[in-house]
């Protein structure tokens, strides 16, 4: 029996792009390479409250909201652009940007965009190195922001 409607399977995991305005020199935003990207998080804190004339029960009302640290890696090149960036911020100089990580479909097409606004880099991470291995280099940068925004 053959299937019939619109398949709607999810995206890979593997194919996207990471967006940064402003760092790179030749003025493109779009940075190929990363191997990995995490910490696409938003919570808020949870503020407990109970009013005196109720018995039990405690009320949870919303707090702050929170956005964790984006964390990005890829392999270590001759390019220095984000040490570069986060030098800015060790020289007190702090350059906050906005910036995307781009989920692409199958035809390489943008499917969703996690928007991220008033980043920096908090932490740049080099390479481990180790004679007796043959793996990649790889650098990592953590991007604090002050929001994430999904927009499809």
Same mark, same amino acid.
């Given at each position: 029996?053959?299937?019939?409607?619109?398949?709607?399977?999810?995206?890979?995991?593997?194919?996207?792009? @990471?967006?940064?305005?402003? #760092?790179?020199?030749?003025?493109? /935003? $779009? &940075?190929?390479?990363?191997?990995?990207?995490?910490?696409?998080?938003?919570?808020?804190?949870?503020?407990?409250?109970?009013?005196?004339?109720?018995?039990?029960?405690?009320?949870?009302?919303?707090?702050?909201?929170?956005?964790?640290?984006?964390?990005?890696?890829?392999?270590?090149?001759?390019?220095?652009?984000?040490?570069?960036?986060?030098?800015? @911020?060790?020289?007190?100089? #702090?350059?906050?940007?906005?910036? /995307? $990580? &781009?989920?692409?479909?199958?035809?390489?097409?943008?499917?969703?965009?996690?928007?991220?606004?008033?980043?920096?880099?908090?932490?740049?991470?080099?390479?481990?190195?180790?004679?007796?291995?043959?793996?990649?280099?790889?650098?990592?940068?953590?991007?604090?922001?002050?929001?994430?925004?999904?927009?499809?």
């Amino acid at each position: 029996m053959a299937a019939t409607g619109d398949r709607n399977d999810p995206y890979s995991a593997f194919n996207f792009l @990471v967006e940064i305005d402003g #760092v790179f020199p030749d003025g493109k /935003a $779009v &940075v190929a390479g990363f191997s990995e990207v995490s910490g696409l998080e938003s919570d808020s804190d949870v503020i407990e409250y109970r009013n005196g004339n109720e018995d039990v029960t405690k009320r949870k009302l919303p707090g702050l909201n929170k956005f964790t640290n984006i964390t990005l890696k890829r392999g270590f090149t001759k390019s220095a652009d984000l040490w570069k960036w986060r030098k800015s @911020v060790t020289d007190g100089k #702090v350059q906050r940007l906005s910036g /995307a $990580v &781009v989920l692409l479909d199958e035809a390489r097409a943008p499917a969703l965009r996690y928007n991220f606004r008033g980043g920096w880099p908090s932490k740049w991470t080099g390479p481990a190195l180790h004679a007796g291995t043959s793996e990649v280099a790889i650098e990592t940068l953590e991007i604090a922001c002050e929001a994430i925004e999904l927009e499809q």
